[in-house]
């Protein structure tokens, strides 16, 4: 029977205005059954499982068959599922062999699986392999980098839905275990924009300052509740298995339910299979470490009492071995008085041996006595004392002489000695040595130093005379007025000066004369 004809037999109730059956919506829902069950029977349906979660707590299964272009729901009863030799599998493309019927209570159809037969790898796995072949040869998913979680964690960071039973199933879990501060960075977990805010939240984790006033967390749980490969497909993405490879804090991935995996877990430190059991892997049970830690004492003071029981059993076992305090003495006793009995004569050979020995040197005093010797002694230090002194007085003299010698011509080349046959030192203001008339200005100041103290004076009249003397006979008549000037400003008659003297011829000095011993001062 056709559709058309199921749905327009007469029944026994119909409108008298409109000449139309009316049905009942089970009516209805049965007919809609049969004729669908009629026109198609068993086929065969190819299509990729998707939403697979496992049996159902009644032991049926229950999933979607889907291609590019549409989606049919299955069901596997719970003998069925039992006696497949395929079971289902999320993302497994397949050909259900099976009866097309409808379900009423949700006005829906539906395909009875009766079996499975693999049919290759669905587009969405064969991308996902795809894109876990090329992120492992980079080096992500690599073993020997992924580090230990931290044994108890001061703060728990956790990348999930704020909103979903996931973040509530985490926070009652540490609750049990082992409490810990837990910070919650709330993000999309499916859809559109749901990789680049898990990355994001990742990332600022990440970025969080240690001891700043938002507390770094030690480690991280990246979690979502289980979905279809589409509703994870966010975990999937390239974005967030890099932000994942990169965190520098130990990461925990719990996304799905265990028979479901994403790119995450290979990047992460650890895989949970739920979300419950991410929050087990990142702290421990208070109450058993509290245990295991009353355990451990026990079994020290135990391992110390044991100790204590074998060191005494073993002292006991050495002081029963240990010979007896006559025993252990004899030998040594009778090494004693064997000792006893050699020391008495060796003592006696030992007194004679140094008797002899200071017998032959008292004879040897009494022949050579060391007075002599002494006095022999003190001859030759006598002899040896008078030549040195004899020898340092004639170099002092010599020296002394030399010193003499040396004063000598010091005072006569001194100034002073100048200054002594009546001549006067004539300074300036600043100290300096006035040689020229020239450089005294009228009305200076002038210091005059005699050979027995000094005067200040001021300088009055005019310089010399521009224009010397033409002839001897004015020389001299100027030479007699200088004179005279100086008698009349009371100033000291200098001696004439004397003819120069021719030198006399220098005399090389002798070995003994006092230049030969010493250098010239000039």
Partial sequence: MSILAALTQPQPSQSAATNQTEWSVGDLAAALRRTLEDAFGHVRLRGEISGYRGPHGSGHAYFSLKDGNAKIDAVVWKGTLNRLRQKPKEGLEVVAT?????????SSYQIVVESLEPAGIGAWMALLEERKRLLAAEGLFAPERKRPIPYLPRVVGVVTSPTGAVIRDILHRLEDRFPRPVLVWPV?????????????????????????????????IVA?????????????????VRAAFESAIPLISAVGHETDT?????????????????????????????????????????????????DRSDLRASVRAMPGADAFLAGKRQRLDLAEARLRPALANN?????????????????????????????????IDHRPRTAILHQIGRRADALAGLDRLLGSLSYRAVLARGY????????????????VAPGARLRLEFADGGAAVRAEGEGPEADGPQDGGRQQDGERQQEVG?????????????????????????????????????
Wanted: aromatic share 4%.
């Fill in 424 to 439: 006067a030192l004539v300074r300036d203001e600043t100290g300096a040595s006035v040689r020229s008339a020239a450089q």
């Fill in 262 to 310: 994403t790119l995450i877990d290979y990047a992460a430190d650890r895989r949970a299979p739920t979300p419950t059991g991410a929050a087990e892997m990142a702290v421990p049970v208070h109450a058993e470490l509290t245990a295991q830690i009353d355990d451990l004492g026990r079994r020290q003071r135990g391992a110390v009492l044991r100790k204590l029981d074998r």
């Fill in 224 to 240: 979502r509740g289980g979905g279809s490969i589409e509703d994870l497909w966010a975990f999937n993405e390239e974005v967030v």
């Fill in 351 to 383: 007194a004679r041996t140094f008797r002899d020995r200071l017998g032959r040197v008292l004879e040897r005093l009494a022949r050579h006595p060391p007075e002599l010797g002494l006095a022999r002694a003190r001859a030759r230090l006598s002899a």
């Fill in 98 to 106: 099976g009866k097309i019927t409808t379900y009423p209570g949700k």
């Fill in 188 to 220: 999309r977990v499916q859809g559109e924009g749901a990789a680049e805010e898990v990355a994001a939240a990742i990332r600022g984790f990440n970025a969080l300052a240690p001891g700043g006033p938002i507390p770094r967390p030690d480690v991280l």
């Fill in 486 to 522: 100086r008698q009349q400003d009371g100033v000291a008659d200098a001696p004439p000066a004397r003819p120069a003297r021719r030198p006399a011829k220098r005399r090389e000095p002798t070995a003994d004369a006092p230049a030969a011993r010493q250098g010239s001062l000039f």
